[in-house]
């Protein structure tokens, strides 16, 4: 199937990102979010990363402007109707994915193809509020997208074979490469990740190790580009405690249970580098570790 047009709900992080590579890859990006301030941020940030592949010599100026005039936003959740492939970037909350797929059913085209960007939520799950579960995935992308070469792409259990082809295609045109996870909490990536930095906020909990000393043993003793606290800064702490929760809940295994320091930190809204304090506190430069 032909796939042109691109629908991404949630302008965040990972929606602004996804709307970032495949406007550079020539589809028609409409972005939406429930906030106006949220939309302009996303194109700013857009902007400011296209500006560093530019002058980086990764792309050339024209396909910036190519790829600025390939994205659109909007408030409103129908106008994303008569797109081809939408991908749900929203907070990772089932009900707030779930009920986004309900408003957006009675304005879809039949051959829509839906999928979601969630780091951990059951596919076959959001796939069974929709009247297309036969067209329902999993598309998963990595943070920051314009950069992480990997895209999860998951089945439900309904998932048919064209849509799973079409999804393929895609990646393969955005120019990442895909890896095919079964549909069991948090996928691959997140089953395997989440875990070590959870562990990695026990290790700070038990006092083990300070933040700086324990992100310095992973950059210096593994090799890892950012150490666990900093990537979960980087990820966001709601996320994190999110992803913990559906592994805990979903394979009622005590070994997934999330750290309660993690869940203070959420509590405080020190959610990390989006909110400007995590186990880093960002207002300062350079950040200053909060323990
Ligand atoms: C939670 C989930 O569901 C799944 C996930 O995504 S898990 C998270 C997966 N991501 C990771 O593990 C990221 C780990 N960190 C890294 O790989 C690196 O630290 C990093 C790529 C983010 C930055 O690398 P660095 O060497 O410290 O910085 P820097 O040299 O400035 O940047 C490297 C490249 O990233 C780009 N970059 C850095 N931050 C970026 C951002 N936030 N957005 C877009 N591009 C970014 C830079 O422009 C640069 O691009 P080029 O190589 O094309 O020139
Ligand atoms: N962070 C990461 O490293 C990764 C995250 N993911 C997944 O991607 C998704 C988004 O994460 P991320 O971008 O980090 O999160 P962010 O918190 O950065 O962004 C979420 C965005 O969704 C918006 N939103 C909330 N409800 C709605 C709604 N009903 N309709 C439209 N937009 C809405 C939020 O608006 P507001 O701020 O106003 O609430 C916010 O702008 C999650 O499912 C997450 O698990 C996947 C891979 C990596």
């Not at 990740?193 to 593994?222: C, H, Q, R």
């Not at 999110?242 to 959420?266: F, Q, S």
Request: with cysteine.
């Amino acid at each position: 199937m032909e796939i042109a047009k691109i629908g991404v709900v949630g302008a965040g992080q990972m929606g602004n990102g996804i709307a970032h590579v495949f406007a550079l890859a020539g589809y028609k990006v409409l972005l939406n979010d429930i906030s106006q301030d949220s939309l302009d941020n996303a194109i700013k940030v857009i902007e400011g990363n296209l500006d560093r592949q530019v002058s980086r010599e990764k792309i050339t100026a024209e396909a910036r402007a190519d790829a600025l005039a390939n994205i659109s936003t909007t408030l409103k959740l129908p106008d994303l109707g008569p797109t081809d492939l939408i991908i749900e970037a929203a907070t990772e909350r089932e009900t707030v994915k779930t009920a986004i797929f309900e408003d957006l059913l009675p304005h879809l085209e039949p051959h829509t193809i839906l999928t979601s960007n969630t780091s951990s939520i059951s596919i076959t799950r959001l796939a069974s509020r929709t009247d297309r579960p036969e067209k329902f995935m999993g598309f998963h992308f990595m943070n920051p997208v314009p950069i992480m070469q990997l895209v999860e792409l998951i089945r439900g259990i309904a998932t048919d074979k064209p849509t799973y082809e079409t999804c393929l295609g895609v990646v393969e045109k955005l120019g990442k490469t895909a890896a095919s996870a079964e549909d069991f909490p948090a996928f691959i990536v997140n089953r395997i990740l989440m875990p070590m930095i959870n562990e990695a906020v026990y290790t700070l909990y038990e006092g083990v190790g300070s933040v700086k000393s324990i992100d310095e043993s992973l950059k210096l003793g593994a090799n890892h580009p950012m150490g666990p606290l900093e990537l979960a800064d980087f990820i966001g702490l709601d996320t994190c405690l999110a992803i913990m929760n559906v592994l805990h809940d979903g394979l009622a295994d005590t070994k997934y249970r999330p750290c309660p320091l993690l869940t203070k930190y959420v509590e405080a809204g020190w959610l990390g580098r989006k909110s400007q304090r995590g186990f880093y506190d960002y207002r300062k430069d350079p950040p200053v570790p909060t323990r």
